[in-house]
């Protein structure tokens, strides 16, 4: 063995995924179906769920970043000599030299053809968010690259748009890198930008989203003054005299209220004089509502009632909303304005939104739908399972999203790909996995929208490669058409994913012939 | 704005740090101190807590592959530059050309030396996992990038070894790639390895580990071969012809006990007479405990008594140990015996494993301990805190861990750095928040080893760059010399970590003496 290097090439390239995508891609080249066009779609099955909180709908992240490393990646020589070295337990060579030459020739994705709900918009459970279409060996071999780089992110979008809804309208800044997983800490705070957050404290990823970074001072900044015989008075002098106009001072290294806001004040004071607007105090311990109420009073006597106050702190969604709840109740009794304290609340969130306290993963799966039979037809592909909620939803297919009178979304709705649900009179909505939900009448929508869009072909993205603002202006766009039952932070009410009648029909027809034609 | 890149190289680079280590990096320069000699501990403060279940030790991991990303770190001209154009809110350039030219003369990490607990190790908490020291501002600037790249991985080799633990001995893979966190996964599974999975299905990190991949097939594939009109068994033939002598087959497509193990047992057949030994079964559904022992049952009467049967489906420490303790109490209703029947499982983990199932993050921290003079001396910081235990060990230090009669692992013990605790006719053990925890005479103790080596200097990483092997037989040592109590899943006995009375003493005075000098 050899020591192992993080900077191997091998770790960002086609060879990061699960191995068995490898063996089953050289197996449908022996049958000679490696070229055989099939789809697989890539859904969730279910939203994240907190424990004492639940999502009600998810922001699709990621998809830019995926497309992005589809474009470049191929088998490189490198990749091609690790598998031919591979071999199996009686020491055979795992792979045919031969399937390692057609691995050489076609092994990139410039044959698969995708097609996506945008990146940056709601989605919801069972409908598909991406479906891939090309040569089976190569969409196989794309499962594990396209869940490794589309879940997390997704997952952490979700959860920073929580957060953001917490805070109503309060700025919400990532602050996970630190205790973040290792270099997906990347993809997390990009997740988090697009879903919810307004910045991140990460100065490279800052940089590539094209916004300005983040921050204050820590602990140890106060400690080096006070090592070396100063105190935080003269810590917070220094650091205001270097940065006037974007000043922000963590007060709790020694004691909120009787050191670290006093000694704000005398800072900002100075500041003032100079000409200058503070730019706020930080709170990173103890009772955040109780040290926030009080920091306000004070900040407010001395003449500062429009500095922010950043507070951190292991906060999450349901943190925040206990924060800005207390601090409803408690204001009132020290003569604070409760909603004018709330307008000056900036919340940095950084282990919890990372992490996704909680719900640390997104159940999403790649599942095979469809494959072409030996004339090119594409045959519904179906899986079987004794828990009726796994079946996913059989075949090509379209999806839409449905409006209701008043312009909400009531229903996302998938179809036969021959289906066009706006020419019907009525819809008839069916549970993906149950029986009939309801039944919407024409004159009950005023929208149908088609969800997905092809955003890779030739090998190339074709999503309009979107900037940070505009994914963000699809989140919000699609926000405002939620429920508000449905983005509620607890229990929300369950949004609707139904498939059309024909679909229901034919899914229900797979299922009895795979059970009938099981091979016992 | 433009479209953010996955591949932009700033996000691998020096800048992948927290904003304000950056902003106080350029205070320290201002102050004249950036090339004060500072001294940064990084420990966590307690173990993970699964909420039903908690770790009472944990494994060390990240160290190599921080230690190889900082040799090759440094300031590049591009990060210069994009230093040199961030603005503060008011128009004016956040950092000085000087500071630049600064960074650009003395930006990376060749001044700094680390001395550290090796990797693979055991490790407990408030005691220092390494010790930074070095010039402030580069030791405050790696902060980021130290806790980004040590946290995730000490937090999934925790679990990993956790997950071996409960299997008794079974092979544990790691199956967590398409759940995990981006990129961050690889560092999850690196984690994993040295922490107790024995393998991966990652290829791309089995490669860079000297690992063979392991996997079996997807449903995808008996999918594929059902879509095109043929049956499970026809799948599992196929592939069994391709891959005779390691062939695993994943038996959940249809129906486990009616289809999928009688169709296994047929090919097993087929593959005995041609003189191979088959590779197994996978179980991915369903009451694995269950199915097991069903699965068993079958195996045996067909004369396939020792092949492994393959577990996964969002499996953890706590369910491998409800699934044991399942077979234990069942198993003999069905004439099977338990331990051989254990002894034949394998255990794919992988969400759960790769996401820490309970406790997504360690609260792994670097703290300013230490900070020259104006003499050079080294002067011991302190952190006040409302909550005493948030207080660092302040000063230089040295650890170790004092062993009992039995050999076993006793304490770990924090010491002044002139203290040599072997010398010592009797060791007390002070709580490093609390008082007086025990006192162990000379008698008592079999062995007290020093436990961090210097790893880092002059740019190089000095740890020897291990390879997995070694890194796995550190922590089969430790393991073997940590008390039993201490590695129960649930509830474990608390490990002391100490400190010398003389440690003790010195954190108290600075403790006051910090409460006195406040600026109030």
Chains 1, 2 share one sequence.
């Not at 400690?223 to 070396?228: I, K, N, S």
């Amino acid at each position: 063995m050899s020591t192992p290097r993080r900077s191997d090439p091998a770790l960002g390239g086609i060879l990061a995924t699960d191995q068995y995508q490898l063996t089953m891609a050289q197996l449908y080249w022996k049958e000679g179906w490696s070229e055989r066009t099939a789809q697989f779609d890539y859904f969730f099955r279910s939203y994240p769920d907190y424990g004492d909180h639940q999502a009600g709908y998810c922001i699709a992240a990621g998809l830019g970043w995926l497309l992005e490393w589809m474009e470049g990646a191929r088998f490189t020589r490198d990749d091609l000599e690790i598998l031919a070295a591979q071999r199996t337990v009686t020491g055979e060579p795992r792979f045919d030299p031969e399937f390692i030459t057609w691995l050489e020739k076609y092994g990139d994705f410039t044959s698969l053809e995708i097609r996506a709900i945008p990146e940056g918009r709601v989605v919801h459970p069972n409908a598909p968010i991406a479906s891939v279409v090309g040569p089976l060996a190569l969409a196989q071999i794309l499962e594990t690259h396209l869940l490794n780089r589309l879940n997390y992110p997704t997952l952490i979008a979700t959860k920073a748009s929580r957060a953001k809804e917490a805070a109503r309208g309060g700025a919400v800044l990532e602050f996970g890198l630190r205790r973040g997983p290792e270099q997906g800490a990347h993809a997390g705070g990009y997740g988090a930008l697009i879903g919810g957050a307004d910045f991140t404290s990460n100065t490279a990823l800052s940089t590539v989203m094209g916004l300005d970074p983040k921050g204050t001072h820590a602990h140890s900044m106060v400690q080096a003054y006070m090592a070396l015989g100063k105190g935080e008075l003269e810590a917070f002098r220094r650091f205001a005299e270097l940065y006037p106009d974007e000043c922000v001072l963590l007060v709790d290294t020694v004691d909120v209220l009787t050191s670290g806001v006093p000694n704000a004040i005398t800072v900002f004071r100075e500041l003032k004089e100079k000409g200058y607007r503070p730019g706020g105090i930080r709170l990173d311990s103890g009772d955040l509502a109780y040290l926030a109420i009080q920091s306000s009073v004070m900040l407010d006597e001395a003449g500062f009632p429009e500095v922010p106050i950043v507070l951190s702190s292991d906060l999450d969604e349901l943190v925040i909303w206990q924060i800005l709840s207390q601090i409803d109740s408690e204001a009132p009794r020290y003569g604070v304005d409760p909603q004018k304290l709330a307008a000056r609340l900036v919340y940095g969130v950084g282990t919890r939104l990372i992490t996704s306290e909680g719900d640390g993963a997104l159940g999403g799966v790649y599942k095979l739908v469809a494959l072409a039979d030996d004339n090119g037809e594409m045959v519904p592909a179906i899986k079987v399972s004794e828990d009726v909620a796994k079946v996913p939803i059989p075949g090509v297919k379209r999806v839409f999203r449905v409006y209701d009178r008043r312009g909400l979304a009531t229903a996302d709705l998938v179809a036969l790909a021959d289906e066009d649900p706006a020419s019907m009179p009525q819809l008839q909505l069916h549970h993906p996995h149950l029986g009939l939900q309801r039944v919407l009448a024409a004159s009950e929508v005023s929208e149908i929208e088609e969800l997905m869009v092809t955003v890779f072909s030739g090998g190339r993205r074709l999503d309009g490669s979107p900037d940070l603002e505009e994914l963000r202006r699809r989140r919000d766009a699609d926000l405002k058409r939620l429920d508000t039952g449905v983005r509620r932070l607890v229990n929300p009410h369950v949004y609707h994913v139904s498939v059309t009648r024909a679909m229901h029909e034919m899914q229900k027809g797979l299922l009895d012939e795979a059970l009938d034609g099981a091979d016992i």
